[in-house]
């Protein structure tokens, strides 16, 4: 038989080195890995928010560390307040749900961080503090995160990065810087609450 009617291996299988994965063709990624991420990650995070805002008001004296202490008027414009009424947070889509936790836990990484650099300046000598504050930054770094890969996996836009601390005022009495602290480890348990919620509709829409 003539060699030009020989059929090789190669000339049978083409080479796949420069095959597109399915990613790249396009093809939609389950979201409910990162979902199921994201709920591990803000249960353990439920766990702690309360711990550490007890110690927090511990830390700093009193009125905050008398017993009872709660002050709800206190607010920051610079921080979204978790709270929303049942029927308005329940009519929410997706796209809605988590651009309002994505947008809050940016927010709360920034805050957070200011609180530790506040802290640190006020109760140096408090590192169980200052060790929470920073634990609390990082996985609500971690959250704010898994809320990209969440939203990337849906097809759905991840809003741009901001500066959301705006101008912080440097003359802050200590008092004021407190307070300052308090609104915000208040804040950061209350959309960790919300953020489980939120998760838990998501895990069951989207079960792996």
């Known amino acids: 038989m003539p060699q030009n009617h020989l059929e090789t291996a190669e000339t049978k299988e083409p080479r796949r080195e420069h095959e597109l994965s399915p990613a790249a063709l396009g093809a939609p990624i389950s979201p409910a890995e990162p979902i199921s991420q994201a709920y591990s990650l803000a249960l353990y995070m439920q766990k702690n928010t309360s711990t550490l805002l007890q110690t927090y008001l511990q ?4 009125p905050f560390s008398d017993p009872g202490f709660s002050a709800p008027e206190l607010q920051l414009s610079s921080l979204p307040p978790a709270a929303v009424s049942f029927k308005t947070w329940h009519v929410l889509n997706d796209r809605e749900r988590l651009s309002c936790a994505q947008g809050a836990f940016l927010a709360l990484t920034q805050h957070l961080q200011l609180v530790g650099d506040d802290q640190s300046d006020l109760n140096p000598g408090s590192p169980i503090l200052l060790a929470q504050l920073g634990a609390a ?4 770094q971690g959250l704010l995160g898994n809320m990209a890969a969440i939203m990337t996996a849906l097809g759905l836009p991840i809003p741009p990065e901001e500066d959301t601390l705006g101008l912080v005022p440097l003359g802050a009495s200590a008092f004021e810087r407190k307070c300052r602290g308090y609104v ?19 895990k069951a829409k989207y079960p792996g």
């Open 59 to 62: 830390c700093q004296g009193s």
């Open 137 to 140: 930054t990082l996985r609500a």
């Open 184 to 202: 915000v480890t208040q804040e950061y348990g209350h959309w960790t609450d919300r953020a489980v919620r939120d998760l838990a509709l998501l």
